[in-house]
């Protein structure tokens, strides 16, 4: 199992006074012979839907030396972990978990907007020191 990224107690705790429950940390999934461990699954039940809301998040600090390794490396597990989720949990929708200053500097830059926009990257931005939900980017 790998190491938990140094920011995930607080986008679980994030989550959770969001009202989410969590349902795994981390999510396990086997697909096509490998198995992938996406950092936190959860779940929400609203009101007015029947099945409610079924997230996966993987949490990435950006406190490494090279923004842009970090942001590559990122958005190679986001689509690998898309992509198993699309083949055995479709309902489950998949954000990558970005801290507020790293949201802010960095994913402004028009070449980060536009890799977002093209791979459809849902975020969430969070605030580690507050462990707060900043924003849901979808």
């Known amino acids: 199992m790998p190491a938990k990224d140094v920011f995930h107690e607080a986008v679980k705790k ?47 600090s950006f406190v490494g030396s090279s923004l842009i390794a970090e942001f590559h490396s990122a958005l190679g597990q986001f689509i690998n972990y898309r992509i198993a989720l699309q083949a055995e949990e479709p309902e489950r929708v998949l954000y990558l978990a970005v801290p507020v200053d790293t949201y802010q500097a960095f994913f402004a830059l028009p070449f980060v907007q536009a890799v977002v926009a093209r791979q459809r990257l849902k975020l969430i931005v969070y605030d580690a020191e507050q462990e707060v939900i900043v924003a849901w980017r979808e």
């Open 14 to 60: 994030a989550l959770l006074n969001e009202g989410w429950t969590i349902t795994a940390d981390p999510l396990y999934i086997q697909f096509g012979g490998v198995g992938l461990y996406v950092d936190l699954a959860a779940e929400k039940v609203i009101a007015a839907e029947k099945d409610g809301r079924k997230i996966a998040v993987e949490i990435k």
